[in-house]
């Protein structure tokens, strides 16, 4: 059966920038036609994009690019391995502008680039929109930006019609790996069990190492080989849809049933219904068998027809959160602590609702009223770590907060040490679904200008 | 005969969030484990499970072809990613609080 390999250079923005090396090599080893994909974009680091925009307009977009992309792009370019990635974030035409740069710079001859847009929803134009959608809850005063999640269609016609490398803002995970497939394959936009399946293998790439025995070894239960350098995931595509999962060559890391399993349902709510812009996804009928040494097959995914809208995420500025640690030990450390908190409740609770945090003994189990920490009794934790937390709309508040816990130094119990105090500002998020076809998704070669 | 055991013992899971909801997957090492679990690891107790957090819902939903479950939890991140003053913002960390549940084995 014909294959398509889709590898994954990067699974989030700050993911290692020596994971795409060893994918590349190997799929210039295998010598079947093949992408690589980056994702950088989780919900809130495209916020954080937007505004770095706002005051640098020729930014915006990953700022590791150049770090991603550099070790690979000459080999890429030669062995016409498609790159796809939304590190393009909110500033698409800006990641253009540079990626051609870096090729120029390295003596490479120019790419073809496509460039995709119809995501971003922050400019002035869009707010009646999104003001209908949201109704009174589109607080115009504080609105930061709003991105739609486009899909596969533009990626596989940008690379049907010769695109080397596809830069995109917000679309859906996935469908950086269905792009690619899709145009390999051919497939209509209504094969909808080829789409799944190979959505669910996006789906199974795009956080990375996650699937090759990151963010899973459990010593002793779940060992991990060589960890320290763990491969990145590469796919083997189907055209009925099904894929084998695989990893680079010489690397680190494992590829069984049990990362897969975990990784597929990652972030899923109802398996018979993960709704991606392209395709319904039903894996409630799927299939995962080790078919060889760090091979496994995902097969039985099921497409139903898309939706008839697009899901639209919603940013407004949403005040400061802040927090301060302060740490005790020896006889009677639990006892100080508890202290430290009552001080700051007394001192600052007046203003806002304070979370507290014995790190060390409860810190993330309880809940943000502290019901957890406070029916424990005091123990004889001889090493612990008071933690505060709050959020308020006004900087000066938290500031004050934060000076409160460094004045714990001089004024607050005995042998409080190792103060640390941070503060940054907060985004609410609220989603909406948008008709498609309100929300054209473009696509253009870049030009340069 | 009965014997109590952790669900860490025969199981695994992972943790994932949208906005304030929680998705955590588990799944059984052996097949021969997984109708113990689907009797045992039920929507009500993980509720009980997770009332330190004050869940409004929990849907389970199975997946016998892979031994596996997926836990949906409504309302459980204090908000989630954007509201929490929680250290570990996304409740990560769940999927392993999951896993601390007690199962009662047959001997």
Same mark, same amino acid.
């Given at each position: 059966m014909k294959s398509f390999l889709v590898g994954c250079g990067a699974g989030f923005s700050g993911d290692r920038t020596d994971a795409a090396p060893p994918v590349v090599k190997t799929l210039i080893e295998r010598a079947l036609p093949c992408a690589i994909i980056f994702e950088n974009l989780a919900e809130r680091t495209l916020a954080a994009h937007q505004l770095t925009k706002r005051s640098y307009p020729d930014l915006g977009f990953e700022p590791l690019l150049e770090l991603e992309l550099e070790p690979i792009l000459a080999d890429c370019l030669r062995h016409h391995i498609v790159i796809v990635g939304n590190f393009g974030a909110a500033n698409p035409k800006g990641a253009a502008k540079f990626i051609k740069a870096l090729a120029l710079r390295l003596n490479l001859d120019e790419p073809r680039i496509a460039v995709l847009e119809g995501d971003n929803l922050s400019d002035q134009k869009s707010k009646p929109l999104l003001k209908e959608q949201l109704g009174k809850s589109f607080d115009e005063e504080n609105f930061v930006c709003a991105n739609a999640y486009q899909g596969a269609k533009e990626i596989a016609q940008a690379i049907s019609q010769g695109a080397q490398i596809v830069v995109t803002g917000r679309v859906a995970d996935p469908s950086l790996t269905l792009g690619p497939a899709m145009a390999f394959f051919g497939w209509k936009e209504d094969n909808w069990n080829c789409l799944a399946g190979a959505s669910m293998a996006g789906h199974l790439l795009e956080c990375g190492a996650q699937v090759t025995g990151g963010y899973f070894s459990d010593p002793g239960l779940k060992d991990v080989p060589n960890m320290d350098n763990i491969g990145f995931p590469i796919a083997e595509i189907f055209e009925d849809g099904s894929c084998i999962i695989? +990893?680079?060559?010489?690397?680190?890391?494992?590829?069984?049933?049990?990362?897969?399993?975990?990784?597929?349902?990652?972030?899923?709510?109802?398996?018979?219904?993960?709704?991606?812009?392209?395709?319904?996804?039903?894996?409630? +009928?799927?299939?995962?068998? /080790?078919?060889g040494h760090d091979r496994v097959r995902l097969s039985g995914v099921i497409g139903?027809?898309?939706?008839?809208?697009?899901?639209?995420?919603?940013?407004?500025?949403?005040?400061?959160?802040?927090?301060?640690?302060?740490?005790?030990?020896?006889?009677?450390?639990?006892?100080?602590?508890?202290?430290?908190?009552?001080?700051? /409740? +007394?001192?600052?609770?007046?203003?806002m609702h304070l979370r507290f945090d014995l790190i060390g003994i409860t810190s993330i189990l309880g809940d943000d009223a502290g019901r957890m920490l406070s029916r424990q009794s005091v123990g004889q934790n001889l090493d612990l770590r008071v933690r505060v937390a709050a959020q308020h709309t006004s900087k000066d508040i938290i500031d004050l907060l934060l000076r409160e816990v460094t004045a714990l130094w001089c004024g607050g119990p005995a042998g409080g040490g190792g103060v640390r105090v941070a503060k940054r500002q907060r985004l609410s998020t609220q989603s909406c679904l948008i008709a498609r076809d309100r929300l054209p998704a473009t696509f253009h070669f870049y030009d340069g200008k | 005969m009965t014997k109590e055991i952790l669900l860490y013992d025969i199981a695994h899971a992972r943790t994932g969030d949208k906005g304030n909801r929680s998705n955590i997957s588990l799944i059984a090492y052996k097949p021969e484990h997984y109708s113990l679990i689907v009797e045992q690891i039920t929507e009500q107790r993980v509720l009980n499970h997770f009332a330190d957090r004050k869940p409004s819902k929990v849907v389970r939903y199975l997946l016998p072809n892979l031994s596996a479950m997926n836990f949906v939890i409504d309302d459980v991140l204090d908000g989630g990613v954007n509201d929490t003053l929680n250290l570990d913002m996304h409740g990560k960390s769940l999927s392993f609080h999951l896993l601390a549940m007690k199962v009662m084995m047959p001997l």
């Open positions: 695989t +990893k680079a060559d010489d690397t680190g890391g494992l590829v069984d049933v049990r990362t897969v399993k975990e990784q597929l349902l990652y972030e899923l709510h109802d398996p018979s219904a993960y709704i991606t812009p392209d395709v319904v996804c039903d894996i409630s +009928k799927a299939t995962v068998e /080790q078919v139903h027809p898309r939706t008839a809208s697009l899901k639209a995420n919603v940013f407004f500025d949403g005040g400061w959160f802040g927090e301060g640690e302060i740490s005790y030990a020896g006889p009677n450390a639990e006892a100080r602590a508890r202290l430290a908190c009552d001080i700051l /409740q +007394k001192r600052m609770g007046k203003y | -």
